[in-house]
């Protein structure tokens, strides 16, 4: 079986498809990467953690749509490719230094405690929100970073929402404020987030929820006064 | 030069740099992965705690931490970290872990083997990962330093002070020196050596234990390695104890129950063990949960079972086997979390703490990470504020950067990795449920003509932005010599106790109810036992 890996390694002045014959089927896109690293090309470079879907290390594109390689099965001319939007450091190793920052501009984590009765309904308001492993494939999928590289993008806002709706949280209101400019009403609504998040978290919902709330803290939508502002009646570039 | 250095951003590390961070101090943690890559996320079931003096008793967890330790378990260590891990949970919900609820509105708890009661705290089965996840982004909110993607070295260590490391940022191939105050390692376990054979992370190869014994540090406990009984055929996934707690089956194909379920982990994982070396497979089944339950307890569980195996555990059974999951042995440290190295902590799975003794309890090696982390990280910044700055004689920069080079230049003779697997293979089958001397022995020859060819293996990137191969070719010297001790502290244990069995000692003997120390002097490997007080 034929597999092909896009190659890149500054130093060496490598960035090229390369074609891998593999004798595994049946296995999963990591289980290959490993063969290949293991049997025929030691410079072969990816991360990978626990195997189980959960460390959130090995996410890939497969022909072009965000994947963990650990829970993704291979198939005969797979494409295997690094995420996109973000610096490939080498091969399918990118550089996850944009992390930090999306996540502490909106302030993504409890800011000021305060004890509420928590009770499962609660909980569960934000239990898909912080099962997020941070894998980065919503980030990857995201057209709007074609346009603009200082959106919060998917994640941060799921997890804004996950503090926001969490009642420990005193001090919701400010990351409401933070997620105004290059935040919410950047999104254009698409929905890949949603569709390749291996978690099954939904941003797109997120977002939506995170305008509902804006708008009762008297924000307005940005789009709404704009010519053809129907960004949020869920036009969408890619056709999906 | 920072006032406490973190190597592993674990939950171990995470709660170790926030405690020392609390303590107004300048923190930066190492870590060989990013943060939420950790095996930490991979914690599924609950985290320890009596919470409510009405079902339970802090007595209670004491006495079946201590049984499950089998005379290992250091009694006021585990006094201490019991009685205080009411506290433990409230911090963790008060920086926002989002513990399940039960009707009552309290934190729900779950029951787990070898507990008396219900006591496992939870966030569904995704607990590690939501705890993990909530420290990193409370570490982003203190501003913690992160130097993401580094392995270690070396501790450099000067007249029994430890002062600082030697690490290898892997992304630039450029090695380091940095200089601390106070140094914990917070690195994670061993249970990585059982390649093919184990749920732990590929990260998780142990070789921060390794450098510390290298650097004088003694090691306890190490011949005890704990097997989960339940992992996904083949690929090893874990199935949380808490399909178990809430009411899962252990059955043969012909639907039969073979063993008490809620037995401690040992027992169960040997019981399982020998269906399967009779060739008899072994399911968990879940059937009569209800779809409805097993969504609310255990929506990973069903996830990965589909995923992996393409099974609905709702309607079907369950294959499973076996495989290393968690390691008892580790750094000795005292009640501070010290090792015998001044300025050196060790917390988390890479230490041994005196809670696990010979087999660990479910539910509590999150409760020790979080314990040990805030209590290594209060006591090192608290330290550090007394301290001098370091200052080193030694050139140990050097000496790694010059034998690093070298690597470079090994043959690659013989391909590591077929080595790594093998070397996975052989501890499983001679040091893993069931030992003896003859395997030992065997594994122990086959060990050290390893260690004499890993001159003639070698890597075959010879680049330095991101060498993934050399990151491995590193990691598996250390496994090498690791495994090397484990194999010692195996051989020299001949009795049967916890997860140590031996089939040509199957009893306890009293005469071993002591705790295995490893270390060395002027590089001669020593071995003994030392009471457990």
Known sequence: ?240 | MVDVLVVGSGGAGLSAALNAKYEGCEVLVLSKTHPTHSQTSQAQAGINAVINDQNDSVDCHIQDTLKSAHKLGNETIIKDVCQNAKDTITWLDEIAVPFSRNEHNQIAQRQMGGSTNKRACYSSDYTGLKIIHTLYDNCLKQDIQFLNEYILLNIIVENNEAKGVIALDITTGVIKEILAKKIILASGGYGGLYTGHTTNSYATTGEVINIAFNAGCKLSNMEFVQFHPTTLINSNVLVSESARGEGGYLVTCDGVRFVDELRPRDEVARAISKKLQNREKVYLDLRHLGLEKINEAMPQERRLAYEFLGIKIEEELLPINPAAHYTMGGIQTNEAALTNIENLYACGECAQHGIHGANRLGGNSLLEIIAFGKIAGEHAAKEAKKSMNPSVISNQLEINKSECENLYDYPNEINFYEIKHELGRILFEKVGLFRNEEDLSAALEKIELWQEQYTKMGIGDKSKCYNKNLVEFIEFKHMLELSNIIVNCALNRKESRGAHFRNDFPKENEKYAKQTIAYEINQEFQLEFEDVV
């Not at chain 1, 460390?55 to 749509?65: K, Y």
């Not at chain 1, 994947?67 to 099965?73: D, F, G, S, V, Y």
């Not at chain 1, 980065?136 to 346009?147: A, D, G, L, W």
Request: glycine share 6%; proline share 4%; net charge negative.
């Open chain 1, 1 to 240: 079986m034929t597999v092909k890996v896009h190659r890149f390694n500054e130093e060496k002045q490598i960035n090229t498809i390369e074609k891998f014959e593999v004798k595994k089927e049946n296995s999963t896109v990591l289980d290959t990467l490993i063969d290949i690293k293991e049997q025929q090309d030691s410079s072969l470079t990816f991360r990978c953690g626990c195997s189980s879907g959960v460390c959130g290390s090995c996410a890939v594109r497969v022909n072009g749509v965000e994947k963990l390689a650990c829970k993704t099965n291979i198939n005969e001319n797979d494409l295997i490719e690094p995420l996109k939007y973000v610096k490939v450091i080498k091969d399918l190793v990118v550089d996850l230094a944009f992390e930090k920052e999306v996540l502490t501009r909106p302030k993504a984590y409890i800011q000021k405690y305060k004890e509420e009765e928590i009770t499962p309904k609660d909980e569960k308001l934000i239990d898909r929100q912080s099962n997020c492993i941070l894998c980065q494939s919503c980030y990857s999928s995201c057209p709007v970073f074609e346009v603009n590289k200082d959106f919060l993008g998917p994640y941060s806002l799921s997890r804004v929402l996950r503090y926001v709706n969490d009642k420990k949280e005193h001090e919701e209101k400010e990351k409401i404020d933070l997620i105004q400019t290059n935040g919410i009403w950047d999104c254009t609504l698409c929905g890949n987030c949603t569709i390749v998040c291996p978690q099954f978290i939904d941003p797109k919902t997120d977002i939506m929820n995170l305008r509902m709330k804006s708008l009762k803290y008297g924000y307005t939508d940005p789009n709404a006064m704009s010519f053809g502002g129907g960004m949020d009646f869920g036009f969408n570039p890619n056709g999906f």
